[in-house]
C-alpha cells in the first residue's frame, strides 16, 4: 500500500516557475514508477512525466524542455519542477505510484497560471 500527499501548487504568472512535491508512504517505494499527471476543467486526465525506478524519465510533448522531473528514493520523495509556465498548464497535479497492475494516486494539487 501506498499513500501520495502532493503539495506545491498555487497561483503563478505565466512564464512564472513552481516545484511540485509527492510525499510517499510504504517501506517499497523504490520499486514503483513515479509519475505526474494533470487534469484540466472538461478534458481527460493525461501524462505530464513519469520516472521509472531506475531514473529514466519520458515528459509529455507539451511539457519538453521546461518541467523536469526527479526522485529522491531515501527520501520518498517526487518532484516536479515547472518552469515557463502557460495558461495550457493550468491543471489539478496528482502524483502517481505504478508497479504491475496496480496504481496509486495522490488527491491533487491546482496548478493555476494566469496574469
Known amino acids: 500500500q501506498v499513500q501520495l500527499v502532493e503539495s506545491g501548487g498555487g497561483m503563478v504568472q505565466p512564464g512564472g516557475s513552481l516545484r511540485l512535491s509527492c510525499a510517499a508512504s510504504?517501506?517499497?517505494?523504490?520499486?514503483?514508477?513515479m509519475g505526474w499527471y494533470r487534469q484540466a476543467p472538461g478534458k481527460q486526465r493525461e501524462l505530464v512525466a513519469a520516472?521509472?525506478?531506475?531514473?529514466?524519465?519520458n515528459y509529455a510533448d507539451s511539457v519538453k524542455g521546461r518541467f523536469t522531473i526527479s526522485r529522491d528514493n531515501a527520501k520518498k520523495m517526487v518532484y516536479l519542477q515547472m518552469n515557463s509556465l502557460k495558461p495550457d498548464d493550468t491543471a489539478v497535479y496528482y502524483c502517481n505510484a505504478h508497479y504491475h497492475s496496480t496504481d496509486y494516486w495522490g488527491q491533487g494539487t491546482q496548478v493555476t497560471v494566469s496574469s
Open positions: 510504504g517501506s517499497t517505494f523504490i520499486i514503483y514508477g
Open positions: 520516472i521509472s525506478s531506475g531514473i529514466s524519465t
